[in-house]
């Protein structure tokens, strides 16, 4: 079991509040990530549930049990740091095994449990080396290793990958994600990637000055985003405003549109424009367009798609695609 | 990259350095040399540099006079155990000023280290009564007690610059892995700093066996250290030059040993966290 639940969880730092109030339901056995831009609270708030800072007020209840006040340890939760924070001196097995000693496991259990674990995550030529003989990818695996011994309620991940480079994250995540599916156990993800929030997640929560924007399913919020905000954050590259009259046309403040949603033209169409840098990556182009009202947009074309830098282009948003916000960012 | 260094810069330099070195190291070669001497070359003028007789009349002469291993051991129970009494003290107070920092916590670190700046002399008076009315003039546990207080503010500012060093993450896994605050301390924290921790006592072990003010002032006897020891020999008697040499060296060599046997354990606490 691992539901956990915030009821007007607050955090203030002296004055400075940090989190204003937040409700949320976690269910057991989800994938949820918080996604959100720099200081936006989201690691805050996972440390709230972590219990690794106190509460301003509020209340935290794991699988219903108010643990508000609750040392972390009694929490049942695991968690992965983004700087991996293993215990330099220690050897990966002792690393692993260290939260079962402290539980005061006999040793016999807790080389079953490091056996098992290590086994899941292809550690088990390296249990003798010490974090510092070990690459960067092979680091976090143990993380996540010293994680999964305690059979936690649910694992906390703050920016886990961020410390990777490129490649070993995709392959990071997409073994995170199967370990989620393996081991069918709440798991609470901070990231500022929102790639890494829609490819893992079966549960996003935008955060924003440590507010909740929206809560969904990543195609949801791709779909339906509640408002501007996270419209704008969500989707790569990210979604185009336009504002002015072709919105008021339109009975909006401000229209979205995501840029794979326009038809371009060399010749007609709703919206003309200059092409600034052509993009090639090959599967797609990225154009990046000034349309002749100044505002600078980005449009995705075809691979093969034939122009160039200074060449005139019309852009016309696909009906039924265009996002219309009215003049305080909300959808409509 | 490195950078091009002609043969007569580098010549330059290594004679330079050299003459350093010798001239920082002259006054204890000269002790030791002065120690083989006999009282009247001690005293030669032009000075007898290495051709005199040597001689080891005055170790001889030294040890017959005074217990030279009771003021050894001293010297051992008060640096040892003055360091160890702080250590005691100032692990669990760096401890909370590295990780647990309050809005006073560095005004709280200038003002130890300003006791630091004090003149001892101001307090000797007042120190010195006070021993004598609490009977612990004399005593070594009322000296080890003072040389720790004095070295403290030292102690718990290396500790704490040993600390911050630490990512506090590590120590947030900890508990996150059930670790209660002994645990932590025990597991974690202190064999991650065990370099600073050992440098740190090495460096206060010497400050405590080359302490002379107080020790002078507040022993005489029963224990006095090696300082004690050395000064018994600046005498109503007259100077003697040549055991005033031996009695030196006889004090210095423990600690020199103990200074070059850990020297790259010293250097390496001493710039710790200097490059990463």
């Known amino acids: 079991m691992g539901s956990i639940t915030l009821k007007q969880v607050r955090k203030a730092f002296g004055e400075v509040e940090v989190i204003p109030g937040v409700d949320l339901q976690i269910n057991d056995g989800e994938f949820v990530v918080f996604v959100g831009p720099s200081g936006c609270g989201k690691s805050t708030l996972l440390r709230l549930i972590a219990g690794l800072e106190d509460v301003t007020s509020g209340q935290i209840l794991i699988d219903g049990q108010d643990v508000t006040h609750a040392a972390p340890a009694k929490r049942k939760l695991a968690m992965v740091f983004q700087s991996y924070a293993l215990y330099p001196h220690m050897s990966v097995r002792k690393n692993i095994a260290f939260p079962l000693k402290m539980a005061g496991m006999d040793a016999a259990e807790q080389d079953r449990r490091v056996g098992h674990a290590a086994g899941i995550l292809n550690l088990t030529d390296y249990l003798e080396r010490r974090p510092g003989q070990l690459s960067g990818g092979q680091r976090q695996r143990v993380a996540i290793g010293r994680a999964i011994v305690r059979e936690p309620s649910a694992f906390l991940f703050d920016e886990p990958l961020s410390n990777l480079d490129a490649a070993l994250r995709v392959?990071?995540?997409?073994?995170?994600?199967?370990?989620?599916?393996?081991?069918?156990?709440t798991m609470v993800y901070v990231t500022h990637d929102q790639v890494e929030a829609m490819t893992m997640a079966d549960k996003i929560v935008v955060l924003r000055a440590g507010r909740v924007e929206q809560v969904g399913s990543p195609l949801e919020l791709y779909r339906n985003p509640a408002n501007r905000f996270v419209a704008g954050f969500i989707g790569s590259p990210n979604m185009n405003f336009l504002e002015g009259e072709v919105a008021s046309r339109?009975?909006?403040?401000?229209?979205?549109?995501?840029?794979?949603?326009?038809?371009?033209?060399?010749?007609?169409?709703?919206?003309?424009?200059?092409?600034?840098?052509a993009e090639h990556l090959g599967s797609d182009t990225f154009l990046h367009v000034d349309l002749d009202g100044g505002t600078h947009v980005i449009a995705r074309?075809?691979?093969?798609?034939?122009?160039?830098?200074?060449?005139?282009?019309?852009?016309?948003?696909?009906e039924g695609r265009i996002y219309r916000f009215n003049d305080k960012g909300l959808s409509l | 990259m490195a950078r091009k260094v002609s043969?007569?810069?580098?010549?330059?330099?290594?004679?330079?350095?050299?003459?350093?070195?010798?001239a920082i190291f002259f006054p204890i070669l000269w002790t030791i040399l002065t120690s083989f001497k006999s009282e009247a070359d001690a005293i030669a003028s032009p000075p007898k540099f290495l051709f005199f007789n040597w001689t080891l009349e005055n170790y001889a002469e030294v040890q017959s006079r005074s217990p030279y291993f009771r003021h050894f051991l001293n010297s051992v129970?008060?640096?040892?155990?003055?360091?160890?009494?702080?250590?005691?003290?100032?692990?669990?107070a760096a401890w909370s000023m590295a990780f647990q920092p309050a809005k006073r916590t560095k005004d709280l670190l200038m003002w130890m280290l300003s006791t630091k700046?004090?003149?001892?002399?101001?307090?000797?008076?007042?120190?010195?009564?006070?021993?004598?009315?609490?009977?612990?003039?004399?005593?070594?546990?009322?000296?080890?007690?003072?040389?720790?207080?004095?070295?403290?503010?030292?102690?718990?500012?290396?500790?704490?610059?040993?600390?911050?060093?630490?990512?506090?993450?590590?120590?947030e896994a900890a508990r996150m892995d059930g670790a209660s605050l002994g645990k932590e301390i025990l597991y974690v924290l202190t064999p991650m700093a065990v370099p600073g921790i050992a440098s740190t006592l090495l460096l206060n072990v010497i400050l405590a066996w080359n302490e002379a003010f107080w020790t002078l002032n507040l022993t005489t006897s029963k224990a006095a250290p090696l300082t004690t020891f050395i000064a018994s020999y600046s005498s109503p008697e007259g100077l003697f030059y040549a055991k005033l040499s031996a009695a030196s060296t006889m004090a210095i060599a423990p600690i020199l040993?103990?200074?070059?046997?850990?020297?790259?354990?010293?250097?390496r606490g001493l710039t710790f966290g200097a490059v990463k």
Request: hydrophobic share 50%.
């Open chain 2, 117 to 171: 700046m004090m003149p001892a002399a101001g307090v000797l008076i007042p120190m010195y009564l006070l021993f004598r009315s609490s009977g612990l003039l004399d005593t070594r546990i009322g000296i080890t007690v003072v040389l720790m207080l004095i070295n403290l503010p030292i102690i718990t500012w290396m500790l704490y610059t040993y600390f911050r060093e630490i990512p506090g993450e590590i120590l």
């Open chain 2, 77 to 92: 129970i008060i640096s040892v155990g003055s360091t160890l009494l702080g250590l005691l003290f100032a692990i669990p």
């Open chain 1, 250 to 277: 339109m009975g909006a403040h401000a229209i979205g549109v995501r840029p794979g949603h326009f038809r371009m033209s060399t010749s007609d169409g709703l919206l003309p424009g200059t092409v600034g840098v």
């Open chain 2, 7 to 22: 043969d007569t810069r580098r010549w330059t330099f290594t004679i330079l350095a050299w003459g350093v070195a010798l």
């Open chain 2, 257 to 267: 040993i103990l200074g070059w046997f850990s020297q790259k354990q010293l250097v």
């Open chain 1, 171 to 185: 392959n990071m995540r997409v073994e995170i994600s199967e370990l989620h599916k393996k081991l069918a156990t």
């Open chain 1, 301 to 318: 074309a075809e691979g093969e798609f034939p122009v160039h830098h200074g060449d005139r282009i019309w852009l016309t948003p696909q």
